[in-house]
T-cell receptor
Framework: GESVGLHLPTLSVQEGDNSIINCAYS??????FIWYKQESGKGPQFIID?????DKRQGQRVTVLLNKTVKHLSLQIAATQPGDSAVYFC?????????FGQGTELSVKP | KAGVTQTPRYLIKTRGQQVTLSCSPI?????VSWYQQTPGQGLQFLFE???????NKGNFPGRFSGRQFSNSRSEMNVSTLELGDSALYLC????????????FGEGSRLTVL
């Protein structure tokens, strides 16, 4: 079966609020996870990655948390902006072959 | 530095025809991979090439094929097109096989009538 899956297909947040996008993975997943963002009409864009030897990784306004006990990871976006509106994919990198989850569409209300 | 370039951006074909899509990776990148994106199946891995060799292949029929040239540019071909082949075909490049960030192009949108 699929190695990664997202919890919600859509998420709507108010501008300025924090967003949390969740993802579950299966035993078949490798130890390398990536979050990609895809804006309308564009290809996916790398946001942040994490390997299983880490629980948390931070970037600019984004944090990825990895809970290996329950096989769950999340992407947190601080102070969400209209430009963050996009589809977010939880991705498992299996030796260069990317396994994409179904995606969560994030809408930011002004 | 130029990004990943895919041509053509849009094309319309009819059932039974064949199509060739082209991808120029970021300069210096040696790995090129291809993905199919549809509303129903999402993003699915087609194949990956590294130094002109196919190193990874997804679960697609033999009608889907590809190749990579010595300058790392890649093409994919779909023969005997079916309606279900209508999709956005995305190409991604990276420095090396299985390593590092993959950079995606904007895709070639294929419509099969």
């Amino acid at each position: 079966g699929e190695s990664v899956g997202l919890h919600l297909p859509t998420l709507s947040v108010q501008e300025g609020d924090n967003s949390i996008i969740n993802c579950a993975y299966s035993n078949s997943a490798s130890d390398y996870f990536i979050w990609y963002k895809q804006e309308s009409g564009k290809g996916p864009q790398f946001i942040i990655d994490i390997r299983s030897n880490m629980d948390k990784r931070q970037g600019q306004r984004v944090t990825v948390l990895l809970n290996k006990t329950v096989k769950h990871l999340s992407l947190q976006i601080a102070a969400t902006q209209p430009g963050d509106s996009a589809v977010y994919f939880c991705v498992n990198n299996q030796g260069g072959k990317l396994i994409f989850g179904q995606g969560t569409e994030l809408s930011v209300k002004p | 530095k130029a990004g990943v370039t895919q041509t053509p951006r849009y094309l319309i074909k009819t059932r039974g025809q064949q199509v060739t899509l082209s991808c120029s990776p970021i300069s210096g990148h040696r790995s090129v991979s291809w993905y199919q994106q549809t509303p129903g199946q999402g993003l699915q891995f087609l194949f990956e090439y590294f130094s002109e060799t196919q190193r990874n292949k997804g679960n697609f029929p033999g009608r889907f094929s590809g190749r990579q040239f010595s300058n790392s540019r890649s093409e994919m071909n779909v023969s005997t097109l079916e309606l279900g082949d209508s999709a956005l075909y995305l190409c991604a490049s990276s420095l090396g096989q299985g390593a590092g960030e993959l950079f995606f192009g904007e895709g070639s949108r294929l419509t099969v009538l």
